[in-house]
């Protein structure tokens, strides 16, 4: 490369390089507190039911268990990424949507006692119908998901600019194809942990393997009602996230009821099964495109329709939807486009934010099409 670049060119050195090729750096599995409590969750075996009853009586009677929660102990605060669709509770409240919905906590002196004591909280459930596609969840009849979202959407996105349809009728050739991609997750080397624990001041610390701790703090805040000055966030070093770690969790704000209850600090942490439970992760989507071009390869319009599995709480469905179809024209001049975006309620875990969110499938398609147009016109792709 010519030209004297101190940056362009050069390899930029990783900071955090000698701390973890060395072993210094920490995790929050090498942070321990003094007479820390277990914590652990229960968490629905049904995609879709009524909770009829909980009883905790069993678990509060197990010796070592400090404390037990449910939806009745806590704030009934909904919390979620964008304050335009909040719709989760820490714990659900009337009914579960999804296998994994959180219901109860408890704290123990171990984690063997917590676990053990999570198993004997009974619950009575009505199963209702399970929606597991997009098209059960918009079928004509349907249960909702949540009351506030018609029809089991979320979110519905439509968008244009320029003429599509005059473009269309000027373009020498008009290529359309769909691609249907699987819901995916991270798989980050580090499960979701967090110690939380009230110090001496009456501030609520939460040490979290988060993405983002000012999230977790503004959540974590609302949820408990305590003010944005009495909350603590401390982000040690993180084993991956990717985006699934990019919002507060069940166990930052359960960890951090626990630990106010019982004044002491309580760690929890996730199983590899439990964070795919979570998930939070891509979505599945289904896209649709008509591209079409002149003989020189101009592009004249695109239409361009994606459908969203976004499982069963919006994470961040809203910005992925948009996303979706707004990236699409950044690199290129796309004089005409429309865009119709859909993203669906199911029971499954919620999708959220995944290396590029909503851009990376719809960009894989849009390429795929134009190389499949250059090939049809005998153009370099390039």
Not at 43 to 63: E, G, T, V, W
Not at 230 to 247: I, M
Not at 289 to 309: E, S
Not at 310 to 329: D, K, N, P, Q, W
Request: charged share 20%; with cysteine; hydrophobic share 40%.
């Amino acid at each position: 490369m010519s030209g004297n670049f101190e940056v362009i060119g050069s390899r930029a050195p990783r900071k955090d390089a000698p701390n973890k090729s060395t072993g210094k750096a920490r995790y929050i599995e090498d942070i321990k507190f003094p007479g820390e409590l277990a914590g652990a969750l229960l968490q629905s075996p049904q995609a879709h039911a009524k909770i009829k009853r909980i009883d905790i009586s069993k678990a509060q009677a197990l010796p070592g268990v400090v404390a037990v929660i449910t939806a009745q102990d806590i704030p009934d605060v909904k919390y979620g990424v964008s304050p335009a669709r909040y719709d989760e509770t820490l714990f659900a409240v009337d009914r579960v949507r999804y296998v994994g919905d959180e219901i109860a906590a408890v704290a123990a002196e171990d984690l063997a006692t917590a676990q053990r004591a999570v198993d004997l909280i009974e619950v009575e459930y009505e199963p209702l119908p399970v929606l597991l596609t997009v098209e059960e969840a918009t079928a004509e009849g349907a249960p909702w998901l949540h009351d506030q979202y018609p029809d089991n959407v979320c979110a519905q996105v439509e968008q244009e600019f320029g003429d599509v349809e005059a473009a269309f009728a000027q373009c020498d050739l008009i290529q359309e194809g769909s691609f249907f991609s699987k819901r995916q997750d991270g798989a980050f080397i580090e499960p979701n942990q967090c110690v939380a624990l009230m110090d001496s001041d009456g501030v609520l610390n939460l040490h979290s393997s988060t993405q983002v701790p000012h999230y977790v703090q503004r959540t974590l805040a609302m949820v408990t009602g305590l003010s944005m000055s009495r909350v603590r966030v401390v982000k040690p070093y993180v084993g991956g996230g990717f985006g699934p770690k990019a919002s507060a969790t069940p166990i930052d704000l359960a960890a951090g009821f626990l630990a106010m209850k019982t004044g002491r600090p309580v760690r929890m942490a996730y199983t590899r099964e439990q964070v795919f439970l979570f998930s939070r992760a891509r979505h599945g989507f289904t896209h649709h495109m008509k591209i079409g071009v002149k003989k020189d390869g101009t592009l004249m319009a695109l239409d361009h329709q994606a459908t969203l599995d976004g499982g069963a709480y919006s994470s961040f469905g809203i910005a992925t939807v948009y996303y979706a179809g707004s990236l699409l024209g950044g690199p290129y001049k796309l004089p005409n486009m429309r865009y119709h975006g859909l993203r669906v309620f199911t029971n499954k875990p919620a999708c959220g934010a995944q290396r590029g969110h909503g851009g990376v499938i719809a960009r894989a398609l849009f390429e795929q099409q134009l190389d499949i147009i250059a090939e049809k016109l005998s153009i370099d792709p390039v």
